[in-house]
């Protein structure tokens, strides 16, 4: 069962629009949330971490916010560029017995920007 | 800025063979991962490796597959005896702290593995 789960699938926007990505998780505990960029055939690149004490925490023009009582997250990006075009991950750290060591990944949002 | 690297970039090799992917993590790291990710599908993690053993390992990562940091630069994945699906984008990542902590997780470029 997928802890991670990330909406819309896809979206395609016009190049300078607002676009708003969701994820909603159910690992427990919780420690952080993460959103990654992952464009095509590269690994992915970290955008923000947030704990469970951050609601909103802003990257440039990407901003995530953190509801770690209805255990959502969205990143909102701002005035989009060709360059955003990319897989957009959430990621959460699952902890197991002893460990912190295994991460649940989300299928991620595949962003498209238009001229 | 330093970066985790990566080798090779692709790697091709027969079902059955063994292969091994290297990763050179960011110098000061402690943590170490690798995951893989099949075309077309997410990000999957496959093991962590901290203080010279294995943090945490998916149930991907079975007896087919083994970590070693031979010395105190060097993150090898083995794979004993590729199967067809074994074929993917295996990453390497590294962090100073653990996923526990707010640090940063750096990803390298990825060792691209197809098997025949």
């Known amino acids: 069962k997928n802890q991670v789960e990330q909406s819309p699938q896809s979206l395609i926007i016009l190049e300078g629009k607002n676009c708003t990505l969701q994820c909603n998780y159910t690992v427990s505990p919780f420690s952080n949330l993460r959103w990654y960029k992952q464009d095509t055939g590269r690994g992915p690149v970290s955008l923000t971490i947030m704990t469970f004490s951050e609601n909103t925490k802003s990257n440039g023009r990407y901003t995530a916010t953190l509801d770690a009582d209805t255990k959502q997250s969205s990143l909102h990006i701002t005035a989009s560029q060709l360059s955003d075009s990319a897989s957009y991950i959430c990621v959460v750290p699952s902890p197991s017995t002893d460990s912190w060591g295994k991460f649940q990944f989300g299928a991620g949002t595949q962003v498209v920007v238009t001229p | 800025e330093p970066e985790v690297t990566q080798t090779p970039s692709h790697q091709v090799t027969q079902m059955g063979q063994e292969v091994i992917l290297r990763c050179v993590p960011i110098s000061n790291h402690l943590y170490f991962y690798w995951y893989r990710q099949i075309l077309g599908q997410k990000v999957e993690f496959l093991v962590s490796f901290y203080n010279n053993e294995i943090s945490e390992k998916s149930e991907i990562f079975d007896d087919q597959f083994s970590v070693e940091r031979p010395d105190g630069s060097n993150f090898t994945l083995k794979i004993r005896s590729t199967k067809l699906e074994d074929s993917a984008m295996y990453f390497c990542?590294?962090?100073?702290?653990?996923?526990?902590?707010?640090?940063?997780?750096?990803f390298g470029p990825g060792t691209r593995l197809t098997v025949t």
């Open positions: 990542a590294s962090s100073e702290d653990s996923e526990a902590s707010s640090y940063e997780q750096y």
